[in-house]
């Protein structure tokens, strides 16, 4: 019913609004903006690294040391059936390339103030949003390997990365 889907649209921005991130409350170690000045691609490539990246690591296996490399979010047989999108207002949209731990240009339409405002997600006084991190979840791919079951075992990889990068 739309009073049903109106719902889960309201909890979705509710989510949203209380998860997003801000950048006078950043904590990163590599990222040191200018006051005024907030370099959202590399904050956001900054961001992903840690809650969306590859890590290395040596490790004492087997009698030797070994270089492990391993995602921080998991994924139902490694399948990792999603692509991340960063769309920075007013500059274009980006797609975050896993395994070199940066972006890559993306054709999407820039988003203006006006497209996140009209889609409800609020800002206190003062402040404005610079960009959104969208999800694609490609479930064919889980489902290849899953059949029918691979179709909630994409949803739950893509909650995986959302829940990790709020």
Known sequence: ???????????????WNEAR???????????RPVPGVVP???ALEDILKVGYGVQTQSRFVA?????????TVPSAGALYPFEVIASVV?????????????????????LTQEDLAGAGFVTAPG?????????????WLSMK???????????????HV???LA
Request: proline letters at 4%; a positive charge.
């Open 127 to 139: 402040h404005r949003l610079e960009a959104l991190l969208i999800f694609v979840a490609r479930p």
């Open 162 to 164: 959302a829940t990790n």
């Open 90 to 110: 007013g500059e274009g949209s980006h797609l975050w390339d896993l395994e070199k731990g940066r972006f890559a240009p993306c054709s999407l339409a820039p």
């Open 1 to 15: 019913s739309v009073a049903r889907s109106s719902t889960r649209a309201k909890n979705l921005v509710d989510f």
């Open 63 to 71: 009698g030797a040391w070994e270089l492990i490399r391993w995602h």
């Open 21 to 31: 991130l801000r950048a006078d409350q950043a904590r990163s170690t590599s990222v």
């Open 145 to 159: 390997k899953y059949r029918l079951r691979g179709y909630p075992y994409c949803h739950l990889d893509v909650g």
């Open 40 to 42: 959202w691609r590399a």
